[in-house]
């Protein structure tokens, strides 16, 4: 069993920033991709960000410049450091991580979600 386990989140102004982290524990052979999926009230969840293992991160065209993506691959942990904030980012954001707990088979996981509020 794999946990990811979010921070980070909360309410923040127009303009302001927030960093959301990330950690995967458990039963943890290998961490593939992490990277992190939004959804906004009455929306589908969506892409924000993803970083593969050989450390190639994206970003969703619309966030680029104001959002960023970044991992700790010893402490199995990825970030979003958020600039720039506008009410429209207001989401649950979800960690999502592919994760191998043995050589020959990968499960995806998902965290229980952070509450990003942004007020105009």
């Known amino acids: 069993q794999v946990l990811l386990e979010e921070s980070g989140g909360g309410l923040v102004q127009a303009g302001g920033s927030l960093r959301l982290s990330c950690a995967a524990s458990?039963?943890?052979?290998?961490?593939?991709?992490m990277g992190w999926y939004r959804q906004a009230p009455g929306k589908e969840r969506e892409l924000v960000a993803d970083?593969?293992?050989?450390?190639?991160?994206h970003v969703v065209d619309s966030l680029k410049g104001r959002f960023t993506a970044s991992r700790d691959y010893a402490k199995n942990m990825v970030h979003l450091q958020m600039n720039s904030l506008q009410p429209e980012d207001t989401a649950v954001y979800y960690c999502?991580?592919?994760?191998?707990?043995?050589?020959?088979?990968?499960?995806?996981?998902w965290g229980q979600g952070t509450q990003v509020t942004v007020s105009a």
């Open positions: 970083i593969t293992t050989g450390n190639s991160a």
């Open positions: 999502h991580a592919d994760v191998q707990s043995g050589p020959n088979y990968e499960y995806e996981y």
């Open positions: 458990g039963r943890i052979f290998k961490v593939n991709a």
